[in-house]
Every structure is written in structure tokens, then in C-alpha cells.
């Protein structure tokens, strides 16, 4: 192997090496921000992926609001854990 292939063959593979690394990198960053939470994982990944919920904002009201369309859909929910829930949901997921 002569100097020039050592050259490419260096160069392609330091190329390969950082696409690999760019990539784990941006993965890690986007799982790194999209959070999940237990509870709303629980209680409101079941029908549809709690996604949703992440990628939602709304006032209070509004939360309320689509709390009560959640158990007119079937939602099965004791007192407490709706409590719980609504505390995530107005200290995460709040329209400000
Ligand atoms: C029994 C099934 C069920 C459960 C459990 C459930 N959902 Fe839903 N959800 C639905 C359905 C069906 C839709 C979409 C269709 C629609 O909007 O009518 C929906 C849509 C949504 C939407 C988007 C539509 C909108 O009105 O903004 C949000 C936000 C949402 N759900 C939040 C929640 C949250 C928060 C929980 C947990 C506390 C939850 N869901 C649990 C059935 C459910």
C-alpha cells in the first residue's frame, strides 16, 4: 500500500467515523428532549401515544377541558391520579 491509498483510505474513513458520531449525537440530543412521564405515559398513552400530551399546550382551562373529552371517551381515572395529572400538565405543559 503506497502512501496515496493510505491517504484515501485514512480520509474515508475518518469521514465514516464522523457521520456515525453526527449521528449518534443527534439522536441522543433528541431523546434527551423529549421527556416522559410515568403517569401520563400510564394514563394517557393508551389510546393514542402520549406524544400527544408532550406536544401540546394549553391554559388550564384548556386542559380541563380536554381532561373531561378524555373521559367522555372512556378514560379510566381515579380522583387522585387526575389530580397528579393536572399538576404535570399545568407545571409542564402550560400555554403561557
Ligand atoms: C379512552 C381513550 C383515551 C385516553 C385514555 C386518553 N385519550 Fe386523549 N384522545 C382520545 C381520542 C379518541 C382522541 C382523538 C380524537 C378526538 O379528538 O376526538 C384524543 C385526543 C387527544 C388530544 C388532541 C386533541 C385535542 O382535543 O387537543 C389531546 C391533547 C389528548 N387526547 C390528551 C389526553 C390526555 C392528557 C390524556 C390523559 C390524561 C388522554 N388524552 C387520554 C382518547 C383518549
Not at 2 to 31: A, H, I, K, P, W
Not at 53 to 68: K, L, N
Request: hydrophobic residues 40%; glycine residues 6%; charged residues 20%.
Amino acid at each position: 500500500m503506497n502512501f496515496e491509498d493510505g491517504f484515501v483510505l485514512c480520509r474515508r474513513l475518518l469521514m465514516t467515523l464522523m457521520v456515525v458520531g453526527f449521528s449518534t449525537l443527534t439522536l441522543l440530543l433528541s431523546s434527551c428532549s423529549q421527556q416522559t412521564l410515568p403517569l401520563i405515559e400510564q394514563k394517557c398513552g393508551t389510546c393514542h401515544t402520549a406524544t400527544i400530551v408532550y406536544q401540546t399546550r394549553r391554559t388550564e382551562e384548556g386542559w380541563r377541558q380536554v381532561m373531561h373529552g378524555m373521559k367522555i371517551r372512556g378514560m379510566e381515572i381515579t380522583p387522585e391520579e387526575e389530580e397528579q395529572v393536572f399538576a404535570i400538565l399545568f407545571r409542564e405543559f402550560l400555554l403561557k
